[in-house]
Structure formats: C-alpha cells, structure tokens
C-alpha cells in the first residue's frame, strides 16, 4: 500500500522568505510524486511531478521540489514566497498499476505574511 | 488549455436524495477518476473507471455509489441516497492514455450539500 505524510499542518513564513512545505512517502517500486495547490473554493491545481530523472523538479509558478530516495522525500520549494502563494498544498504518490490512482497527503496550509 | 468540467458547482439536497455529479474530462484522456474531500480534511479517492469499467474503487464507494461514461463525453457519479455524511466536495479527475504515472488533471470540484 502507498501512503503520503505531510508532517506540519500549517507553514507560516514571512514575504519574500524562503518556503519548505514537506513530504514522505511510502510506496512499493517507483515512486511517483505530484504537488497540487488548492485555493480557497477552488479545485485542485496541478504544481509539479516527479516521474523519473533529475532528483529537482521545477514546476509552476516559481515552485520546485526536491526527490530524495534515500529518506524518502519530497520537499516542496519556493526560493522567495510570496502573499499570493497562502494556500493548501497536498502531495500525493500515483500509483503504478492501471487504476492509477492518487493517495493524497492531509494537506498542509501555507500562510506568507506581508 | 484543455481542462477538465464538472456542473453543477455547488448542490444542495435533501437527505435520502438522489443526485448525479457531472464531469465532462479532458477529450483525449481514457482514465477517470471521482475523488471527494469532506471540509478540512483530505482529498480520498472514491473510484477509478477505464474502458467503460471500473478499474478500483474504494471502501467508500460502496452499494449506493454509482459510475457512468452515458456518452462520449460526460462521466457521471450517482449518490443514490444521500447521507448527511455525503456532504463534501467531489473532485472528477482525468488522466491521458500514457503510462500509469501520468498526471491526473482535476476538475474544479462539485460541493455537494446534504440536509
């Protein structure tokens, strides 16, 4: 079974600060990881993927993560936040079967401060 | 940008109700997906649904849970009577008709209410 962790329920950083949003996973095989935003009433924004390849993803606006086998993670990104990236932000693991379906982590809030 | 649909946007109904959430995927995509996410918690997969079938569902997606491809465009999800637990937000997903780790594009969700 595949199961998502996101350790920290809410993430608080101030404007223009570096932002870590973090992520372990657990999966038999390859695993492949997605982070997806979700703003207030809003569906489920696609960010970024790993599949295969280089261990740092960059993704959309501005974001980017960081794959590590060996502690088994998934760390999202950003070099400098921004007000408008406040948000809830999920990882989740896809799974490597026909189904394909996606285990999500519980979501972790983002809020930047001015 | 090709993007996934889903009407209405926001239902209310009456428990022990009937309802039916629509999603219209992304044309090329072959994999469907209904997700649900009851407020402030997590997003939890429901049912997979390919080739006109189901491929997996979950426990949740138990007897009073229904999925239909109707036509060549519409993918729909049946609750056939509703519990106020039902109340959530469901999320129709599609996939392209690559490899298993392709993305999953989401619709923007319907929020259904139950009273």
């Known amino acids: 079974a595949q199961s998502v962790a996101q350790p920290e329920d809410q993430v608080n950083v101030a404007e223009g600060n570096p932002l870590t949003v973090k992520c372990t996973y657990s999966v038999s095989g390859n695993p492949y990881l997605f982070w997806y935003v979700q703003y207030p009433n809003r569906g489920l924004q696609f960010l970024l993927k790993y599949i295969t390849g280089d261990n740092l993803v960059k993704g959309s606006y501005g974001f980017e993560a960081e794959f590590n086998k060996s502690q088994t993670s998934f760390h999202l990104k950003k070099p400098s936040a921004l007000v408008s990236d406040s948000a809830l932000y999920f990882c989740?693991?896809?799974?490597?079967?026909?189904?394909?379906?996606?285990?999500f982590g519980d979501g972790t809030t983002l809020t930047v401060k001015p | 940008e090709p993007e996934v649909t889903q009407t209405p946007s926001h239902q209310v109904t009456q428990m022990g109700q009937e309802v039916i959430l629509r999603c219209v995927p992304i044309?090329?995509?072959?994999?469907f997906y209904w997700y649900r996410q009851i407020l402030g918690q997590k997003v939890e997969f429901l049912v997979s649904?390919?080739?006109?079938?189901?491929?997996?569902k979950s426990e949740i997606f138990d007897d009073q849970f229904s999925v239909e491809r109707p036509d060549g465009s519409n993918f729909t999800l049946k609750i056939r009577s509703t519990k106020l637990e039902d109340s959530a937000m469901y999320f129709c997903?599609?996939?392209?008709?690559?490899?298993?780790?392709?993305?999953?594009?989401f619709g923007p969700g319907t929020r259904l209410t139950v009273l």
């Open positions: 989740a693991v896809g799974a490597n079967t026909n189904a394909g379906k996606s285990t």
């Open positions: 649904f390919y080739n006109n079938e189901i491929s997996e």
């Open positions: 997903a599609s996939r392209t008709p690559g490899g298993p780790p392709d993305t999953q594009y």
């Open positions: 044309s090329n995509h072959l994999y």
